[in-house]
Nanobody
Framework: QVQLVESGGGLVQAGGSLRLSCAAS???????MGWFRQAPGKEREFVAA????????SYADSVKGRFTISRDNAKNTVYLQMNSLRPADTAAYYC????????????????WGQGTQVTVSS
C-alpha cells in the first residue's frame, strides 16, 4: 500500500550536512515514519522516527542534537536533516513506514525504501 523512495545521500566531509528525503506513494494517513541505517558488518540500527502528526519524535542517542526528522504530509514526504556528520554516520540509510504509533524497532515497520548511501570522509 505504501511505496517509499529515498534520495539525498552522497559523499560528504566530516562536519558537513546532508538532507535525506523519502517520498511516499499513496496516502500515509496515520502512518508513523522512521529512519534506520546499516553499515557493513553491523546490524540495522534506529536513527529517528516521527508520528503522523509530527508531534512526537524519537532519536537515537548517537544522533540526538545533530539530526532532525520532519515530515510534510501534504507532500507525502519525510526528511532527515543531518548536520555535523561524522565518519561513524557512514551507512546505508533506509526510510520506513508503519501504521500506528512510532516505534524504534525496525521489526515494527512494514514498508521500506530502497536505501540511500551516506559516506562521511574524515
Amino acid at each position: 500500500q505504501v511505496q517509499l523512495v529515498e534520495s539525498g545521500g552522497g559523499l560528504v566531509q566530516a562536519g558537513g550536512s546532508l538532507r535525506l528525503s523519502c517520498a511516499a506513494s499513496g496516502r500515509t494517513f496515520s502512518y508513523s515514519m522512521g529512519w534506520f541505517r546499516q553499515a557493513p558488518g553491523k546490524e540495522r540500527e534506529f536513527v529517528a522516527a516521527i508520528s503522523w502528526s509530527g508531534g512526537s519524535t524519537s532519536y537515537a542517542d548517537s544522533v540526538k542534537g545533530r539530526f532532525t526528522i520532519s515530515r510534510d504530509n501534504a507532500k507525502n514526504t519525510v526528511y532527515l536533516q543531518m548536520n555535523s556528520l561524522r565518519p561513524a554516520d557512514t551507512a546505508a540509510y533506509y526510510c520506513a513506514a508503519r501504521y500506528g504509533f512510532l516505534k524504534i524497532n525496525s521489526n515494527e515497520y512494514a514498508y521500506w525504501g530502497q536505501g540511500t548511501q551516506v559516506t562521511v570522509s574524515s
